[in-house]
């Protein structure tokens, strides 16, 4: 959805942009200096109803925002509205590009034990709500050992069956 209708409506909100926003030199970045939530991200007032600033300066240089997609900060500034510094991605792109536990996942190399979560010690497990997760076979076999030893059965003669507790 375009947020101007004509040439003029369009200088008008690009000179809004400029006149709340102060240029950094030495990233290129143009950060807005309007209102801004706890989060880093600015919002203009356009057409009576509240926009993300970053969203509206994308449109102004680039058009409408493809359906699905979001506006990625390449340079990770959330308050930025530089067009050349806004892209528009898929979700999945833009959180795994970002400072988030989805990118720190994805760009594990290792578990928290040290094997190589590549190749054969690599499995995919697929999860509820069609999810995945990566897992490491040597763990999950030390894991799998562990819990054998620990339910082993034994019979003690008088209550039929305890379960015996096997250290590691």
């Known amino acids: ?33 309007g209102w801004v939530n706890k989060f880093g991200y600015g919002k203009i007032s356009v057409m009576d109803k509240g926009r993300w600033v970053h969203r509206v300066a994308y449109e102004i240089e680039h058009g ?15 308050c930025c509205v530089n067009p050349n510094h806004l892209e528009a991605v898929t979700r999945r792109t833009n959180l795994l590009r970002g400072d988030t536990v989805t990118s720190a996942h994805a760009q594990q190399t290792m578990c928290k034990r040290g094997h190589f979560l590549e190749g054969e010690n690599l499995r995919i497990e697929n999860k509820p709500g069609g999810l995945k997760a990566r897992q490491c076979r040597e763990c999950d076999r030390l894991r799998r050992r562990v819990r054998y030893r620990r339910k082993k059965v034994v019979s003690n003669g008088k209550r039929g069956f305890e379960i015996m507790d096997v250290v590691v």
């Open 64 to 78: 409408p925002i493809p359906s699905g997609l979001d506006i990625d900060h390449l340079c990770r500034v959330r």
């Open 1 to 33: 959805m375009l947020l101007f209708d004509d040439e003029h409506s369009k200088n008008l909100l690009t000179v809004r942009l400029h006149k709340y926003s102060i240029p950094v030199t030495e990233s290129g970045c143009l950060i807005w200096c």
